[in-house]
């Protein structure tokens, strides 16, 4: 299923700036970056269990904010794009 991970960190001192730093980093690994808080993860639900509990652990819920959409398996008609920095297929192979 495709989630949608978004994040809004409180940068506001050091320890902000960290977090910010470590969820951005989880992120990476599991999806790709849309925008700048935005992540693309192409995961199934055990997969989204576990980021969702990594990335909580690493938030300061008192100032800091994470929103998981679950977008499921049909999205791709759920999905437009407008502007530069086109979209890809997750589910497609990848050649770097």
Do not use: P, W
């Given at each position: 299923?495709l989630?949608?991970i978004?994040y809004?960190?409180?940068?506001?001192?050091?320890?902000g700036?960290?977090?910010?730093?470590k969820?951005?980093?989880q992120?990476v690994?599991?999806?790709?970056?849309v925008?700048?808080?935005?992540?693309?993860?192409h995961?199934?639900?055990?997969?989204?269990?576990e980021v969702?509990?990594i990335?909580?652990s690493?938030?300061?819920?008192?100032?800091?904010?994470?929103?998981?959409?679950?977008?499921?398996?049909?999205?791709?008609?759920?999905?437009?794009?407008?502007?530069?920095?086109?979209?890809?297929?997750?589910?497609?192979?990848?050649?770097?």
């Amino acid at each position: 299923m495709l989630v949608l991970i978004t994040y809004d960190v409180d940068t506001t001192s050091a320890d902000g700036c960290r977090r910010l730093r470590k969820v951005a980093r989880q992120c990476v690994n599991y999806g790709q970056r849309v925008q700048n808080s935005v992540f693309e993860c192409h995961m199934d639900a055990a997969k989204c269990r576990e980021v969702k509990a990594i990335l909580e652990s690493l938030i300061d819920k008192s100032k800091d904010s994470l929103r998981l959409y679950y977008l499921g398996n049909h999205y791709k008609n759920k999905v437009e794009h407008i502007g530069v920095k086109s979209g890809f297929d997750v589910t497609e192979t990848l050649i770097f």
